[in-house]
């Protein structure tokens, strides 16, 4: 099967909606900051609003260089496309503003040449973001090669973070030896690995690096001490100096690098993927409105594939199946999703066993069988779920850290995970998930045709189905009544219109899978 890839990077759009409203924050926090008492509440209020988002021109930088990096315009489709349009943008606010500071500020006529060249202070944007563009055949040498872009990356963090930060601390002590600091490390002439570069040849890095769970776990909590630093520092330098300082605001500060980095992989490998292409999109499955007879040939399907699956697993004096326990299982579950890995772009490997949730007693009285602690990576899974449904739920949890976001997209893949592992006991408990979606799907529109499907079931697969149905009744009430108010209005949020129902959508994929394999 052919691999296929999204269209559309939709979290580089969520992080430009997210650093255009930091630079906002960003410009409103630092109008008195420099002017306001150091010790004063209103100038802690500045510092920590500001140290909240000097991430946010790292991040479009890194966004760019994601992108320009990975492509293949040569350096005179880059001249005409986007270095000519940034070339016109600059000469016509630049003149603009020029004629503002003459006319309205009082600057004298005869420097509005100079004016116009220089252009107005906000401008160094612009002139930052076409170097790089300018460069860009250049940095793609080096990012084609992996031992060269890590060296690459490692002379950045030495000469644009590493050396900077170390120059900042001495500065606190004193700034004669913080000058003559300056000067040796100067003598280097290493200009080409300062400035933005780094964050643009990063932005390509991070977007391809595979990150084990330790990774991101250390990678998230360098995010939040950057931040943590960045507003005790820069209170520390401002009190000990008695006056504001950007000391550990510059963008060559390990505590911003810090946030970038945490902020940029959040975003990437989870954040807001609800509103990236659907997992159908990515199958290239076509979802549609369906006939009541493609539902029903569908679950005559999942319900023949789950005849002939129960017959594999282990079963008791009263038909009941008894899979393995929970941590036989949990190492087991990522075995599908590293299969599917081999054959669809969509997915990666999974090596990391499923977490049993703590206190799951409370877990179970909300009705919630697992949880994706996305922070961390962590797929976590309510040991009291039935046992023919915990293989499922398992690989649903893991489908999240996958990536995929939306609950009827997950289902989805859990299905195509357990039928991938090997594992008669994954095979069964995904083959009985497809098909009470499908039935209960088609019960809604022909309870006739669904019900006789139904009695065609084995005796086993039936008592498994109202045993699970016995188990969880017992917690019907109304705190799982609020708890899936809770969850409803989550996933709303998150661009899932249906809500809770989109658990149940799960039989649009599953229909359209079998219509793509009859």
């Known amino acids: 099967m052919e691999q ?8 580089f759009d969520v992080l430009r909606i997210l650093a255009t409203f930091a630079v906002i924050v960003l410009h409103l926090s630092a109008q008195h900051w420099a002017d306001t008492d150091v010790y004063s509440r209103a100038w802690q209020a500045f510092n920590l609003y500001d140290s909240a988002v000097r991430w946010a021109v790292p991040v479009f930088v890194m966004i760019s260089g994601a992108l320009f990096l990975s492509g293949s315009q040569s350096i005179g489709h880059i001249l005409k496309k986007n270095v000519s349009r940034l070339v016109t943008a600059f000469i016509f606010w630049s003149a603009l503003y020029a004629v503002f500071m003459v006319n309205f500020e009082g600057c004298p006529t005869h420097l509005i040449l100079q004016q116009f060249l220089n252009g107005h202070y906000h401008m ?15 940095l793609r040498a080096i990012v084609r090669d992996e031992k060269l872009l890590r060296y690459f990356l490692l002379l950045t963090l030495i000469f644009t973070f590493l050396l900077p930060q170390i120059a900042s601390a001495v500065s606190l002590l004193s700034w004669q030896y913080c000058a003559e600091f300056k000067a040796l490390t100067g003598k280097f002439y290493y200009h080409f690995t300062l400035g933005f ?12 690096k595979e990150f084990s769970l ?11 001490l950057g931040f943590v630093l960045t507003v005790v520092l820069t209170s520390f330098a401002s009190r000990l100096q008695g006056a504001a300082t950007e000391l550990f605001y510059g963008y060559d500060s390990l505590n911003v690098l810090f946030v970038c980095v945490g902020l940029f992989v959040f ?7 609800h509103f ?6 990515q199958l290239g499955l076509s979802v549609r409105e369906y006939t009541k007879q493609e539902l029903q040939k569908a679950t005559e399907y999942y319900a023949a594939q789950v005849n002939r699956l ?4 282990p079963r008791d004096a009263d038909s009941l199946a008894h899979l393995d326990d929970f ?18 772009a969509l997915f990666t490997g999974s090596h990391d066993p499923v977490k049993k949730l703590a206190t799951w007693r409370m877990f179970s009285q909300f009705g919630i069988t697992g949880i994706f602690v996305c922070f961390t990576g962590e797929a976590c899974v309510n040991p009291d779920t039935y046992e023919v449904w915990l293989p499922f739920t398992m690989c649903h949890e893991l489908a999240h850290r996958q990536t995929v976001a939306a609950e009827d997209g997950a289902n989805f893949c859990a299905y195509l995970a357990c039928m991938e592992n090997e594992s008669p006991e994954f095979q069964y408990s995904g083959a009985i998930a497809a098909y009470v979606y499908c039935h209960n799907a088609l019960y809604k529109a022909d309870k006739t045709a669904a019900s006789e499907i139904w009695a065609d079931l084995s005796d086993g697969v039936r008592a498994d189905i109202q045993a699970a149905n016995e188990h969880y009744a017992q917690y019907e009430g109304k705190v799982q009544d609020a708890a899936t108010k809770v969850n409803d209005t989550y996933l709303k949020a998150f661009s899932e219109e249906s809500g809770v129902q989109s658990y149940g959508e799960a039989a649009d994929l599953l229909i359209a899978w079998y219509l793509k394999q009859a």
Do not use: C, H
């Open 4 to 11: 296929t890839q999204p269209q559309r990077i939709a979290y």
């Open 124 to 138: 160094w944007f612009l002139f930052m973001i076409v170097g790089l563009y300018l460069i860009v055949p250049f």
């Open 197 to 208: 570069v780094p964050y643009f040849v990063l932005g390509y890095y991070l977007v391809r």
């Open 214 to 224: 330790t990774a991101k776990r250390v990678l998230y909590a360098l995010g939040v």
């Open 267 to 273: 975003v990437a490998l989870w954040g807001l993927n």
């Open 276 to 281: 990236g292409p659907s997992v159908g999109e």
């Open 310 to 313: 129960s017959g594999l697993v």
């Open 327 to 344: 941590e036989t299982l949990s190492k087991q579950a990522g075995a599908g999703y590293d299969k599917l890995a081999e054959r669809y």
